[in-house]
């Protein structure tokens, strides 16, 4: 089992910037494939907003690309740098990782709402 610890988030005017932040805790490194952030809209599926992948690629939700940047902080924690924002960026922001082994775990997620 895993338990991810998310922090940032929170309320800010269009146009700010906040971050956000995610630990692993149990995984070992090398069973680490990717670890990232999704989010979820109310009324709307959960989507991806950004994932930073084993050997160091990175995925980026279209909508996000260019304003958003994930970074791994160290071997277990990343970071999701989100400037620019905008009000359609309202939603809860959950942190996602996933073992090689094949396990995926969800954080408890994080409210981020953006005021215009």
């Known amino acids: 089992q895993e338990q991810l610890r998310e922090s940032g988030g929170g309320l800010v005017q269009a146009g700010g910037s906040l971050r956000l932040s995610c630990s692993a805790s149990?995984?070992?490194?090398?069973?680490?494939?990717?670890m990232g952030w999704y989010r979820q809209a109310p009324g709307k599926q959960r989507e991806l907003v950004a994932l930073?992948?084993?050997?160091?690629?990175t995925d980026y939700a279209d909508s996000v690309r260019g304003r958003f940047t994930i970074s791994r902080d160290h071997a277990k924690k990343v970071s999701l740098r989100m400037n620019d924002l905008k009000a359609d960026d309202t939603a809860v922001y959950y942190c996602?990782?996933?073992?090689?082994?094949?396990?995926?775990?969800w954080g408890q997620g994080t409210q981020v709402t953006v005021s215009s």
């Open positions: 996602y990782l996933h073992r090689v082994s094949g396990p995926e775990y």
């Open positions: 149990r995984t070992i490194v090398s069973d680490i494939a990717a």
């Open positions: 930073d992948n084993r050997g160091g690629s």
